[in-house]
């Protein structure tokens, strides 16, 4: 029972950043406006659109991944951007005068447990 539940909330985490992938690639401004930051213009945009897009998807498919072939290191890409992702925040508030972004910086963390968890139980040993 309990690992049905965890393998709910990763499928339910990973169609949430396959969704927001996909809708940077649909409507980036929308998306934009979700993470609090403008559309950038030209060149700008087409790396944001492009970059960010695919840290989303990356992350969704790698958990989708994970649990299809219940192999521990598909889970370790995610984990890693996850993790990282909330790193460069607090760096970002640390370093460069931005806003601590604790709400972002939680689900970060939390989902990296998450899927740290789940690389453990849902994942075959060998």
């Known amino acids: 029972m309990m690992n049905k539940a965890l393998a709910v909330l990763v499928i339910l985490a990973a169609i949430t950043f396959v969704a927001t992938g996909l809708r940077w690639i649909v409507d980036p401004s929308a998306a934009a406006g979700q993470l609090g930051m403008p559309l950038l213009e030209g060149v700008g945009r087409s790396s944001q659109v492009g970059d960010i897009a695919a840290f ?61 968890l789940a690389s453990r139980r849902l994942s075959e040993t060998a």
């Not at 989708?64 to 790193?87: C, D, E, F, N």
């Open 56 to 116: 989303f998807l990356t992350l969704g498919m790698c958990m989708l991944t994970a649990l299809v072939a219940a192999k521990r290191q598909w889970y370790y890409p995610p984990i890693m951007l996850l993790v990282l992702a909330a790193a460069g925040r607090l760096l970002a508030w640390l370093v460069h005068d931005a806003t601590l972004a604790l709400h972002l910086i939680a689900p970060e963390i939390i989902i990296a447990c998450l899927l740290i």
